[in-house]
């Protein structure tokens, strides 16, 4: 799929960049003087996983990618910051939802795997499904470098 | 009475004796224009609005505003007056003519509320004012003509200086009026060029000669254009007339730039469109030529690179077009041609997602295919989770100080070191380029940090894997151990083993 690959960019940055930047919201996170409670075990772990997927959407492109803007919006709202994202120079394929409806009609077994993976996919309720997979795609990547760089981290720390 | 008002508030000019003329049957008609259908208006509207009995500025407004048509404002118009009023505001022009053309589709099925604004005698003519604000809708009744619309460009061309000699000319026959008016798609888009190039061919134009633009965008029936004002007058003409929807009218083609420049990621089923265009002209033979689509040749298919419509060198990414061709044997209806290639787009990608998901080679048919991408997911996001979890247990603390370590190393890496990623620019950090041994330094660093205290240091890293990165983390951080480098101070530890690495050490 030569040519299919000239069209769909998926690089992903080395674990490096993720490695860097999932340390730095930790440190961020130790900053905060987060942890110093241990029963707020819930909480460590839920901010823990916020940053990882804040620092995995930085990682892997920033605002660049629709998922990756839709997520660190998404984190932004959460901390009630105003996130602004540069205009992109490419256009992105924005479909609105209601065109979704004539797509219902094509392939209904492939639309209903695409609503699921709409579902998982941050920011894929505004996609159409070719984008999505293509999103999709990028998104998988990613999230298996920044599996790969906790793991290491999980495993340098825990003692044994 | 209406009329001799209308004459009397405007300045005279001789047109009053074009709109008399009785061969139009454009003659105002005193019916209820708000019950009747749109079809009956189209004539008396073009009666009046080429010849009125204001000056040529005013003329050029009241064009305008009747090219604007603002179907609010119109139908708010209870009576003579009230068309005045649409008429004279010369400045809502421009925003009567966005909001217009916002709603140029539905203007045309839009009863007028002309009745209210023609006086009741229906006299010819001398309504032009009011009628003209109400020109929009009748468009789609006039008939098409040629010259009509040669007249109307040449019209619309003019400036306001000159309206009165241009009107003069062509008025001597009424019908030219309804040149403006020409509704639909198909006529005015067929002329459409002949518009454009008299229009680039204009002089600057100010306020009245938005009018210009208004003929095409209108008969393009799909002006999403702004209307900012005279200056961008050809840039409008043309785009409206790039604007050959479904239609499939032969002049869109001249407008593919234009069409494009808008339309970058518009519809397939558009761009499938002009693509059939194209192929209805060669006949449907088999030498089909399909955009992008390195497909195994289906039986009987050609399927090369495409070739796009036009002269340009086929550059989809350039333009945004993918132009797709109806294969041998398959139906060329734009849908289905849209819907071909929006198949085969996923298809595509269902392949190379295929690749990443580990274990779906084997498994074939989309539906499953996708389980597994979903499962995949699913079970990266619960993998994040854990881990993060595992985190939040093993390491209460975190306490390695990351800024230090993070700028040293980056300028000591930054000598000597080659960029191998691509760092997006909107990176929070000016990233030097790393190797991957700063990834283990940095775990190592930290590794040790950690584990000094607690743990016997000894034999502590055992790792299963030992291969790839991981496997050089471990190592890494075995050897240090193992070399008994390890001090009380961490601090130490770290500049002497590591170039510079600052660790705070917990207290």
């Known amino acids: 799929m030569a040519s299919a690959d000239k069209t769909i960019n998926t690089d992903v940055p080395e674990k490096d960049v993720f490695a860097i930047h999932f340390l730095q919201s930790l440190s961020n996170l130790r900053i905060q003087n987060l942890f110093n409670s241990p029963d707020t075990t ?106 790969k760089v906790m793991q290491c981290l999980v495993d340098g720390l825990s003692p044994k | 009475m209406d009329v001799s008002e209308e004459k009397r508030n405007r300045d005279s000019s001789n047109y009053d004796d074009r709109v008399d003329n009785p061969t139009v049957d454009w003659q105002v008609s005193g019916s209820n224009p708000v019950s009747a259908p749109i079809d009956s208006y189209s004539q008396e509207n073009l009666i009046s609005a080429c010849p009125s009995s204001c000056s040529p500025s005013q003329m050029m407004d009241s064009f305008g505003q009747t090219l604007w048509y603002d179907p609010t404002s119109v139908q708010q118009a209870v009576g003579y007056g009230g068309g005045f009023s649409v008429q004279s505001n010369g400045g ?102 002949s518009n454009e190039l008299n229009v680039v061919g204009g002089e600057p134009h100010n306020d009245e000669s938005t009018v210009v633009k208004e003929p095409n965008v209108r008969s393009s029936e799909q002006s999403k254009l702004n209307v900012p004002g005279s200056g961008n007058v050809s840039e409008d003409t043309q785009s409206s007339g790039g604007n050959g929807q479904k239609g499939g009218e032969t002049s869109s083609k001249g407008f593919d730039t234009r069409k494009r420049k808008r339309n970058g990621q518009n519809s397939e089923a558009a761009q499938s469109h002009r693509s059939q265009q194209s192929e209805e002209e060669p006949d449907n033979n088999g030498d089909k030529k399909r955009n992008k689509e390195q497909s195994p ?85 619960r993998q994040v989770e854990f881990l993060s979890m595992k985190l939040a247990t093993v390491n209460p603390q975190m306490d390695f100080n990351l800024e230090g370590l993070l700028a040293k190393d980056a300028l000591q890496l930054r000598a000597g070191s080659s960029s191998t990623t691509p760092f997006p620019p909107n990176m929070s950090m000016a990233y030097p380029p790393l190797p991957h041994g700063f990834m283990q330094q940095t775990l190592s660093s930290i590794g040790r940090t950690i584990s000094s205290p607690l743990s016997p240091i000894n034999g502590g890293f055992k790792r299963q894997e030992t291969t790839g990165w991981e496997g050089d983390l471990q190592n890494v951080i075995h050897i240090n151990y193992g070399a008994g480098d390890v001090t009380p101070d961490p601090q130490a530890a770290a500049t002497a083993s590591l170039p510079a690495a600052n660790m705070k050490v917990e207290p």
């Open chain 2, 297 to 381: 040749n289906s039986p009987g298919n050609k399927t090369n690179s495409g070739k796009q419509q036009g002269k340009q060198s086929s550059d989809p990414p350039k333009d945004g077009y993918i132009h797709v061709r109806a294969r041998r044997g398959q139906a060329t209806n734009s849908h289905s041609l849209a819907e071909r290639v929006r198949r085969e787009k996923i298809s595509e990608r269902m392949k190379f997602l295929q690749d990443l998901v580990p274990g779906c080679n084997k498994v074939t048919g989309k539906a499953v295919m996708l389980d597994e991408i979903i499962n995949y997911v699913q079970s990266l996001q």
């Open chain 2, 92 to 193: 809502n022009a421009s925003s009567s003519s966005s909001s217009f053309r916002g709603n140029i589709d539905r203007s045309l099925e839009m009863g007028w509320n002309l009745p209210n604004l023609l006086p009741p005698k229906g006299n010819n003519g001398l309504f032009l004012p009011n009628v003209s604000s109400f020109l929009p809708p009748s468009m789609a009744q006039f008939p098409a003509d040629s010259g009509f619309i040669e007249r109307a460009a040449r019209f619309s061309l003019f400036s306001g200086g000159n309206f009165s000699d241009m009107v003069n000319q062509p008025l001597g026959n009424p019908e030219s009026i309804g040149l403006f008016l020409q509704g639909g798609g198909t006529t005015m888009q067929g002329h459409c060029q």
């Open chain 1, 42 to 147: 819930n909480y460590r772990v839920r901010k823990i996983k916020k940053a990882a997927y804040v620092s995995m959407a930085r990682a892997a492109g920033g605002t660049s990618r629709l998922w990756s803007r839709a997520l660190l919006r998404r984190a932004a709202k959460g901390n009630n910051k105003i996130v602004r994202f540069p205009r992109r120079k490419r256009k992105v394929t924005w479909k609105i939802s209601s065109k979704r409806r004539r797509s219902d009609q094509r392939a209904p077994v492939v639309e209903d795997a695409a609503e699921r993976l709409r579902n998982l996919v941050p920011g894929g309720g505004g996609m159409e499904t070719s984008k999505l997979m293509e999103e999709t795609a990028h998104y998988i990547k990613c999230l298996s470098m920044q599996v």
